[in-house]
C-alpha cells in the first residue's frame, strides 16, 4: 500500500473507529467485518470478471487461510434500513402523488386519517408495504416529520424524513450514505472519461470564527433543502416506480447527496 493511499485509508478508519469506541464495538468485530467485506468484494469483482470464483482464489488475493474464507462466504450481510426506507417511500408519495397533494396549493395535503381516496390510511398502504398507518403515523411523529391535528386528519411538518432520535436508524443511514460517498470516489480515480466523471465537490475555509458558524448552518439548512428538493422532482418524474409511464432500459439508482461539516482547524504551519 502506497503512502498516499494509506494516509487516506486511515482518515477513514479514524472516523469510523470514534462510533465504534462510543458504541463499544471490540476491535475483533471490527477486523471481522473488514475480513467479511474483503471476501465480498473480491468473490464480485472476480464473478464480473468472468473468472473462476472459488475459496482458494479468494485466499490468495486476500491473504486469508482458505477456512476462514470457505466460513466467511457461508454468511450473508443483513440490510437494517427497512423502516427508514418506507418512511422515504410515505413522505416521497406525500410530496409527489397528486392523490396526496392539495390542488390549489401544490402542496401536500392534510390528509384525514382514514378514507377510501386521498387518506394517509390510503397513503401507507400504497407506499409502506405491509406497516400499518398507526405504527406509520406513530413514527412520524416521534421524529417530527408530521402531527395529528385536532379534528384527527394528519399533517406534514417537514419534507425531509431524517431519523433525530434513534441510534439504529442513524446507524443504517451511516451504511447507506457513507459506502455512496466512497463508490463515487472510486469511480472517479478509475474512469478514463472525463465525460464520465460523477460530480465531487466541496467548499471549505479553516480560519472562521465560531461565532459565524450559527448563520452558516442556517443558510446551508435553507438553501440545501431547496435545491435537494428540485433534485427529487426531477428524479420523481423520472423513476418508474412513482412515473410508470417512463421508458428506457436497465434499472439504476442515482441521487445526489449534500452534507455539511465542522471541526477545529488543523494549525497552520508558521511561515518562513
Do not use: C
Request: charged residues 25%; hydrophobic residues 35%.
Amino acid at each position: 500500500m502506497d503512502n498516499t493511499l494509506r494516509t487516506a485509508f486511515y482518515r477513514i478508519v479514524k472516523a469510523l473507529m470514534r462510533i465504534l469506541y462510543r458504541k463499544g464495538v471490540a476491535l475483533g468485530d471490527f477486523t471481522q467485518l473488514v475480513k467479511q467485506a474483503y471476501v465480498d468484494v473480491v468473490e464480485q469483482e472476480l464473478a464480473r470478471s468472468g473468472e473462476r470464483v472459488t475459496t482458494s482464489r479468494i485466499a490468495a488475493i486476500t491473504g486469508l487461510t482458505r477456512k476462514d474464507v470457505a466460513q466467511l462466504r457461508e454468511r450473508e450481510a443483513q440490510e437494517t434500513s427497512q423502516r427508514y426506507n418506507r418512511g422515504v417511500r410515505v413522505l416521497t408519495g406525500w410530496l409527489h402523488d397528486t392523490e396526496f397533494v392539495d390542488v390549489t396549493s401544490g402542496q401536500p395535503a392534510i390528509l384525514p386519517f382514514r378514507g377510501e381516496q386521498g387518506s394517509f390510511e390510503r397513503l401507507v398502504q400504497r407506499y409502506s408495504g405491509d406497516m400499518s398507518a398507526f405504527a406509520m403515523l406513530d413514527e412520524m411523529k416521534r421524529i417530527q416529520v408530521a402531527r395529528e391535528t385536532p379534528d384527527g386528519s394528519v399533517e406534514l411538518l417537514s419534507q425531509v424524513y431524517i431519523p433525530q432520535g434513534d441510534e439504529g436508524e442513524k446507524a443504517a443511514l451511516l451504511g447507506m450514505d457513507v459506502p455512496l460517498l466512497i463508490t463515487t470516489i472510486d469511480h472517479n480515480l478509475t474512469t478514463r472519461d472525463p465525460l464520465e466523471l460523477r460530480y465531487q465537490r466541496k467548499v471549505s475555509y479553516d480560519n472562521l470564527p465560531q461565532e459565524a458558524l450559527p448563520e452558516f448552518r442556517a443558510f446551508v439548512r435553507q438553501d440545501a433543502q431547496q435545491l435537494l428538493l428540485r433534485f427529487n422532482d426531477w428524479l420523481y418524474r423520472h423513476d418508474r416506480d412513482h412515473t410508470p409511464g417512463v421508458q428506457g432500459t436497465g434499472q439504476i439508482q442515482a441521487g445526489v447527496g449534500i452534507f455539511y461539516f465542522e471541526q477545529p482547524a488543523e494549525p497552520k504551519e508558521p511561515e518562513q
